[in-house]
C-alpha cells in the first residue's frame, strides 16, 4: 500500500478527481472538534480511501504524563473514523503545570525512558482498543547519558507494549547528516540503523523531503525525496516489505500531481 499526507490545500481536488492512492493520511489533531467542516470534510474522504490518523501531540515521552482530554478525543475520532492505523511521536512535549512546547523534543534512550514509554503506549493502546505506531523522530539535540541505541529501544518497547514502529527513513538520514555525516555516509548509516530493528515491527514508512542549511540539516517536509532517502527506503523495503508506504509533505505544498508522482516513485 502506498498513501499521502492529505492536506488542506488538497482536500477539494483529491475529492472530486480520486486519484489512484491506496490510503490518505491526516494530522489527528486538526480534526478534534466535534462537528463542523473540517471533521465533515475528513469523512468525505474517508467515504472514498482507507484513512490512517497521524498525531503530533499526545506527548508520549512526557514525564508529566498523558493528557486525558487529548486522549479522550482521539479517542472519539477513532471511533469514528475507524482509522486503518494510529500514529504518534516518541517524543515530548509537556511539562508540569500544563506546559506545551508546541514542538516534538526527544527523548532519552534509556531504561527510565523505556518504563515511561511503556506506560503511555499502554494506556492509549488500552483506551483507543488498538495497536499504536510510534514513529521515530528527527531530533536537533540529544540527552547525556543515554544507554541504549535508538533501534534497541524501539525493539524492546515494541516487543514489550505490542506496539509498532512508525519508520520515518528522512529523519534517519536527517539525523545522521546533522551527527557529521556527508550524504553517501549518512544513507548507510541509516540503512545500519534499518538493520538493527527487529523483524516485523514496522508498520509503515514515512517519506519527505528536508532542507539542506548551512550548519543544520531540518526535517521541513517541504520538498521532493532526496536520493539518500530513497536509497534508505529501498533498503528498508527488503527488510519490510509489506510495510505501507506514505509521502509527506507539509511546507510549500505543491500541485497533487507532485505529490502523485513521488507516490508512484514510491510504489
Same mark, same amino acid.
Request: with cysteine.
Given at each position: 500500500m502506498t498513501g499521502l499526507g492529505w492536506?488542506?490545500?488538497?482536500?477539494?481536488?483529491?475529492?472530486?478527481?480520486?486519484?489512484?492512492?491506496?490510503?490518505?493520511?491526516?494530522?489527528?489533531?486538526?480534526?478534534?472538534?466535534?462537528?463542523?467542516?473540517?471533521?465533515?470534510?475528513?469523512?468525505?474522504?474517508?467515504?472514498v480511501y482507507p484513512v490512517s490518523l497521524h498525531g503530533v501531540g499526545l506527548s508520549l515521552g512526557s514525564s508529566a504524563g498523558l493528557d486525558p482530554q487529548h486522549l479522550e478525543r482521539l479517542a472519539r475520532l477513532v471511533e469514528q473514523v475507524d482509522p486503518l492505523r494510529v500514529s504518534d511521536h516518541a517524543s515530548f512535549a509537556r511539562v508540569g503545570n500544563g506546559l506545551h512546547a508546541s514542538d516534538l523534543l526527544p527523548i532519552a534512550f534509556d531504561e527510565e525512558?523505556?518504563?515511561?514509554?511503556?506506560?503511555?503506549?499502554?494506556?492509549?493502546?488500552?483506551?483507543?482498543?488498538?495497536?499504536?505506531?510510534v514513529e521515530n523522530l528527527s531530533a536537533y539535540l540529544g540527552w547525556e547519558g543515554d544507554t541504549m541505541a535508538e533501534p534497541e529501544f524501539f525493539n524492546t518497547l515494541?516487543?514489550?507494549?505490542?506496539?509498532?514502529?512508525?519508520?520515518?527513513?528522512?529523519? #534517519?538520514?536527517?539525523? &545522521?547528516?546533522?551527527? *557529521?555525516?556527508? $550524504?553517501?555516509?549518512?544513507?548507510?548509516?541509516?540503512?545500519?540503523? @534499518?538493520?538493527?530493528?527487529?523483524?516485523?515491527?514496522?508498520?509503515?514508512?514515512? #517519506?519527505?523531503?528536508? &532542507?539542506?542549511?548551512? *550548519?543544520?540539516? $531540518?526535517?521541513?517536509?517541504?520538498?521532493?525525496?532526496?536520493?539518500? @532517502?530513497?536509497?534508505?527506503y529501498r533498503h528498508a523495503r527488503k527488510r519490510f516489505a509489506d510495510a505501507p508506504a506514505l509521502i509527506e509533505w507539509d511546507t510549500d505544498v505543491p500541485a497533487l500531481e507532485v505529490l502523485l508522482e513521488e507516490?508512484?516513485?514510491?510504489r
Open positions: 492536506r488542506q490545500p488538497h482536500y477539494e481536488q483529491l475529492l472530486r478527481d480520486r486519484p489512484a492512492v491506496d490510503f490518505i493520511e491526516v494530522h489527528s489533531e486538526n480534526f478534534f472538534a466535534a462537528g463542523g467542516a473540517a471533521l465533515a470534510t475528513l469523512m468525505q474522504g474517508r467515504s525512558s523505556l518504563a515511561l514509554m511503556l506506560r503511555h503506549v499502554d494506556q492509549v493502546q488500552e483506551r483507543l482498543k488498538r495497536p499504536l505506531l515494541c516487543q514489550q507494549s505490542g506496539c509498532g514502529l512508525l519508520l520515518d527513513v528522512n529523519n #534517519l538520514v536527517v539525523n &545522521a547528516r546533522n551527527a *557529521g555525516f556527508g $550524504i553517501a555516509a549518512a544513507a548507510v548509516s541509516a540503512c545500519a540503523w @534499518v538493520d538493527q530493528l527487529d523483524d516485523g515491527i514496522v508498520g509503515e514508512i514515512h #517519506l519527505a523531503g528536508h &532542507a539542506e542549511l548551512p *550548519g543544520i540539516v $531540518i526535517d521541513d517536509h517541504g520538498s521532493r525525496v532526496s536520493d539518500a @532517502v530513497w536509497q534508505v507516490v508512484g516513485r514510491a
